[in-house]
């Protein structure tokens, strides 16, 4: 009889990196260095934004760092909010700017993210920071592409020499994922909605990872036995949260499986932090 896929705890992981991470912060405070500086930004009232961001400031708190919140209306002009981000990037007080997203549909959220100093840009998301990764450059690495890496590292999957797919081709997700892949020597593919028998493509994949938002995209039928699945779906549905692969039928076939939730996101705001301290190391 087949055994069920075992389950990759994000929670316990995502732990064990808080935990490092405020080892380390209190090394660097005792050697001299500033507690790291986290500054965010919303714009507007939207609830899930302030909940997310009040996670990020409760996890800077308990890794011994500190925070600062700019929560601006609605109404702010793309111009005052570009104005505000130039002013924390010239605060030498502070070490790493998130801009919440989404932003209003009047503000160009692109513009926004590139104003941000690429040695603050501790969401990992600017040009220059997406620049440096797909070059193979030490850069700011986007947080829950990172958290991926950390999953498949802590369950100790070999990278070298296998083959990945990712589902989703994102600048969030998918593409940071290309480059941290391939710098690992896996070989990689990428499929999207005009991929030809997706299922044929995921079977081939020993490290199959979803990230295209579409609720239990991935069933069975598209899962290599053995295979490591990284759900980093979220979806809201009637039947509550669930991910982008159909984590009953397919945990029946893969060897390992993130569950949603639990997973994958947990692991952002513990990678957010750590880019958090490694921008203070580089500033000081």
Known sequence: MKMSAGVIDGRKVSAGVRARVAA???DFVAGGGKPPVLATVIVGEDPASEVYVANKHR??????MESVHHGLPHETTQADL?????RLGADDGVDGILVQLPVPDHIDADAVVAAIDPAKDVDGLSPVSAGLLAGGSPGMVPCTPAGVIELLDHQGTELEGAEAVIVGRSKLVGRPLVSLLLDRNATVTVCHSRTRDLKAVCRRADVLIAAVGVPRLIGAAHIKPGAVVIDVGINRTDDGLVGDVDFDAVSRVAGAI??????????????????????????A
């Not at 996890?59 to 011994?64: H, I, K, R, S, T």
């Not at 569950?259 to 580089?282: E, H």
């Open 59 to 64: 996890a800077c708190e308990e890794a011994g």
């Open 82 to 86: 570009l104005e505000l981000v130039a």
């Open 24 to 26: 380390e912060v209190s």
């Open 258 to 283: 993130t569950p949603v939730p639990g997973g994958v996101g947990p692991m952002t705001i513990a990678m957010l932090i750590s880019n958090t301290l490694q921008a203070a190391r580089n500033r």
